[in-house]
């Protein structure tokens, strides 16, 4: 049976969930409002083994769903962004994951502002706080950002420095980040493109399995 929280994110952040066989393109206003970040996501997908839905901004949906029957597939994902839009925007596919019990590992680091100095732009983004290992020196080495898309589902960001990889950071990032966004009564989900086999690992060593579900979209460059 389907977590409750993450059944309810998927349906408050796609518009539905779930649907019958095969793909569903379902119109929501969140497609034409700022994300997160500020800024738009006009196209986002999860596929579970039984449905997929697209959400797409409400004007678009007609133009999305005759665009699903002209090109099925793999066809699709490339001319998705004109058709909701954004032909400047750039698109993603890759694995879509989440956890109800993060693998027991010792915390990491410590939650910070994002406006502390030493920080990466990307951790910069978040409005709240963000996760940060710094070595003794106080110098940055990996950090994790929570993107929280709605009250039930909270999208974990990792990144590690390229002199601290090998060291299991980011890992341990991810699994203590995952027990606050339970502890705040959402599902932590990670999503990663099919082919960073680094990323996936870190999955699977954090505690979020693949389930055989997948996701794609169309995002601001």
Known sequence: MLDRRLFLHL??????????????????HRRARPAWDGRLRPAVAVASPECAILSVPPDRAGVVRDLVRERPGERLLPALPSAVGTPDFITHAGLFRWSTAPAPLPDAG??????????????????????VVRDADGAYLAGAGIKRHDAYGHEL?????????????ARRLVAQAARRVLDEGAIPTYLHNHD???????????GFPDRGWTSYGVFPR
């Open 11 to 28: 349906a408050t952040w796609l518009g539905q969930w779930p649907a019958g066989p095969g793909l569903h393109v379902v119109r929501s």
């Open 157 to 169: 960001a990792v990144g590690t420095a390229p002199a601290a990889r090998g060291r299991g950071l």
């Open 110 to 131: 410590e939650w910070v502002a994002p406006t502390t100095p030493g920080l990466p732009p990307w951790l910069r983004l978040f409005e709240r706080d963000v996760l």
């Open 196 to 206: 960073n086999r680094a990323s996936a690992r870190v999955a699977e060593a954090a």
